[in-house]
């Protein structure tokens, strides 16, 4: 059993991985931070009490709102990508009595700043705790930046960025989080403590397409299956549009995949470092990932192949369970 830290800027992929994690019992989510990336972090924290309205639960992670902006560079959101409210426009729906279709978890928000809230289960748990990223570092960057002792009793962090030998995905070179904020991600990297990346190059490879979400949830229609049909509509229409299919990648699924059964994926170890001044390259992510150069100081474990049909029957099968 795992115990972790979620850090998030839900975000509809972003949604489908909280929904794998609360349903995998490998992993114990001991708190979840926002953090502005996809959305502004005040709509990310209302869209993750919805997700967690989705999955009834009887107790709740801690919750902490994190970092409204980037390190240094001013914040770029996905919204064009996630829906106005980051989560497919779904906040807005309502029941035939007007009730909300996706009421918030009765789930309280701590006090604490996200930051503080990361510095305090490090305290709590020490080498046990695992950060799982799925949005920009910024939260992350300034934890270590307040308190680096602490943050060096860290396990690992296992987080979904970067794009080494694709095209990115906000730019030429540039994969969304790091985009966002490259001087998080530089410091992350730079820390020492070790840490895992699922890069577009992997993510790319998970593909969910509408026919098949619509064939798993056929005949369904408990709230969870609702949820993945309804959060999804809106970004999948986007990829018609622009990527050219109707469908999404479950980015933010595979870190989680990553900790609960790594025999589906394949990495490599490299040192990974971080565009942040380049004004066509801002946020690229630069590594030799050619295993012959593998006698370089690595700073990374970098995953490269997905056993992609089996991890997406796995997502299913938990979600859906
Ligand atoms: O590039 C994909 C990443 O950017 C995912 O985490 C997605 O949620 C967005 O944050
Ligand atoms: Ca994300």
Redesign the pocket.
């Known amino acids: 059993m795992h115990r972790i830290l979620i850090d998030t800027?839900p975000?509809v992929?972003?949604a489908l991985a909280i929904l794998l994690t609360m349903k995998s019992p490998e992993l114990r989510v001991e708190a979840i931070t926002t953090v502005s990336?996809?959305v502004h972090v005040e709509q990310a924290t209302q869209n993750l009490l919805t997700i967690l309205g989705v999955l009834e639960l009887s107790e709740f992670p801690i919750v902490a709102k994190g970092e409204a902006q980037p390190l240094i560079k001013p914040l770029v959101k996905?919204e064009h990508v996630h829906g106005e409210d980051g989560l497919g426009n779904i906040s807005k729906l309502r029941n035939s009595d007007g009730s909300l279709r996706y009421p918030l978890a009765n789930c309280e928000i701590s006090t604490l700043a996200g930051v503080d809230l990361i510095l305090e289960m490090v305290d709590r748990y020490s080498e046990e705790l695992i950060v799982v990223a799925?949005?920009p570092l910024t939260n992350i960057s300034r934890a270590i930046q307040k308190d680096a002792e602490s943050m060096q009793k860290l396990r690992s962090i296992v987080l979904?960025g970067g794009v080494f030998r694709e095209y990115g995905?906000v730019t030429t070179t540039a994969?969304?989080?790091i985009f966002v904020d490259p001087h998080a991600a530089h410091e992350v990297f730079n820390f020492g403590i070790p840490v895992h990346i699922a890069p577009?190059d992997v993510t790319h490879q998970v593909v969910l397409t509408g026919e098949r979400l619509n064939a798993e949830i056929k005949g369904r229609s408990d709230k969870i299956s609702c949820f993945l049909i309804e959060s999804t509509q809106a970004c999948m229409e986007f990829y018609r549009e622009h990527i050219g299919f109707y469908g999404l990648h479950i980015?933010?699924a595979l870190p989680v995949g990553m900790l609960t059964h790594p025999a589906f994926f394949e990495s490599v170890d490299a040192n990974v470092q971080v565009e942040t001044e380049g004004n066509l390259t801002s946020g690229m992510t630069v590594a030799d990932l050619r295993r012959e150069r593998q006698g370089t100081i690595s700073n990374a474990s970098v995953c490269v192949q997905v056993e992609s049909d089996t991890f997406l029957n796995h997502f299913f099968q938990r979600v859906l369970s």
């Open positions: 800027d975000g992929d972003d990336g996809n996905a799925l949005g979904m995905n994969e969304f989080n577009l980015h933010d």
